[in-house]
C-alpha cells in the first residue's frame, strides 16, 4: 500500500497557548514559516506584539490573558475564526513549573501551577471542540505535557502530578473524540531551555541548560505531528536531547 502524502500546512489556523516565549512562541514561528496563520494567546502583551511585528498582522492575532479563565480561551478561539473563519487545531501550552520540596512552595504558587496547568488545557480543550463540533470536520488538539507525566522526580511532586493528568486527560479524549476526527497528540518534551522555572530552581545561563532540548526542537515535534495525513495520528510524542539522561 502506497504511504499517504505529507500534509500541507498552508492556509491552517492554530490557536497556541503560553506563546509569549519559549515552546509557544517557538511553535508560531515554526509553523506560519510552513504558511499557517495562527492566534497567540499570554500574559505579556508587549511579547506578544513583537510576535505580531515579527511575522505580521496578516498571519498572526493576538490574545492577551491567563490562560486560567476559561473566557481568555473562548476569546482566542474567537480571534481566529473572526480573522480567519476557522480553527484547524489548539495547542495547548501554556505551563509553568517550580522546584521544591512538598513543603517549600506556599499554597498560591501551587494553586497558580494546578491551575494552569491541568485547568488551562481543560479549558482549551473546550472552546476548541465547540469549535471543532461547529464546523464539522474534525481538528487537532495538541497537549504540550512532560516526560514527568510518565514518572515524577525529586523535587517536582506537584508539578509533575499536574503533567500526569494532562497524559490522563489526552488519553481520554483520545478515545472520546477520534470517531469525529479529532486528533489528540500529547507532545512531552524532557528539560528544554526556556524560561520555565527560571529563579524557581533553575538559574538564567546555567551550564546545565546547554544539554536541555530548545525550543524549536519541540515546535518541530508539533509541526512533525501536524504534517501527518489526516488518517494518521500520533498519540504520545517523548523527546530528549540525546545528552540528556532518560
Same mark, same amino acid.
Given at each position: ?11 491552517? =489556523? ?25 492566534? !497567540?494567546?499570554?500574559?505579556? $502583551? ?5 510576535? =505580531? ?10 490574545? =492577551? ?16 475564526? @473572526? ?22 512552595? &506556599? ?23 465547540? /469549535?471543532?463540533?461547529?464546523?464539522? &470536520? ?17 523535587? $517536582? ?22 470517531? $469525529?476526527?479529532?486528533? !489528540? ?24 541548560? @546547554? ?5 524549536? @526542537? ?6 512533525? =505531528?501536524?504534517? /501527518?495525513?489526516?488518517? !494518521?495520528?500520533?498519540?504520545?510524542? /517523548? ?5 540528556? /539522561?532518560?
Amino acid at each position: 500500500m502506497p504511504h499517504s502524502a505529507t500534509r500541507s500546512l498552508d492556509g491552517i =489556523v492554530v490557536a497556541i497557548t503560553g506563546a509569549s516565549a519559549g515552546i509557544g512562541a517557538a511553535a508560531a514561528y515554526d509553523l506560519v514559516g510552513a504558511g499557517a496563520r495562527v492566534a !497567540v494567546s499570554a500574559r505579556r $502583551e508587549d511579547r506578544l506584539a513583537t510576535i =505580531v511585528a515579527d511575522l505580521g498582522a496578516d498571519r498572526v492575532v493576538p490574545v =492577551v490573558g491567563d490562560v486560567r479563565d476559561p473566557k481568555l480561551n473562548d476569546a482566542l478561539v474567537a480571534a481566529a475564526v @473572526d480573522k480567519w473563519g476557522r480553527l484547524d487545531t489548539m495547542v495547548a501550552n501554556a505551563g509553568i513549573g517550580a522546584y521544591g520540596g512538598i513543603l517549600d512552595l &506556599d499554597d498560591a504558587a501551587l494553586t497558580e501551577m494546578v491551575e494552569t496547568n491541568y485547568l488551562g488545557t481543560v479549558w482549551s480543550v473546550r472552546s476548541a471542540v465547540r /469549535q471543532f463540533r461547529a464546523q464539522g &470536520d474534525g481538528g487537532d488538539l495538541i497537549i504540550v505535557s512532560s516526560v514527568a507525566g510518565f514518572r515524577g522526580g525529586a523535587d $517536582e511532586a506537584v508539578y509533575a502530578g499536574t503533567k500526569h493528568a494532562q497524559v490522563g486527560l489526552g488519553g481520554s479524549l483520545d478515545r472520546e473524540l477520534r470517531a $469525529e476526527g479529532i486528533r !489528540v497528540t500529547l507532545v512531552c518534551p524532557a528539560g528544554t531551555a526556556t524560561e520555565f522555572a527560571i529563579g524557581a530552581g533553575r538559574t538564567e545561563g546555567s551550564p546545565e541548560l @546547554d544539554a536541555y532540548l530548545r525550543p524549536e @526542537d519541540v515546535a518541530h515535534a508539533i509541526h512533525a =505531528v501536524l504534517e /501527518q495525513p489526516r488518517s !494518521v495520528r500520533t498519540t504520545v510524542w /517523548q523527546l530528549w536531547s540525546m545528552e540528556q /539522561q532518560s
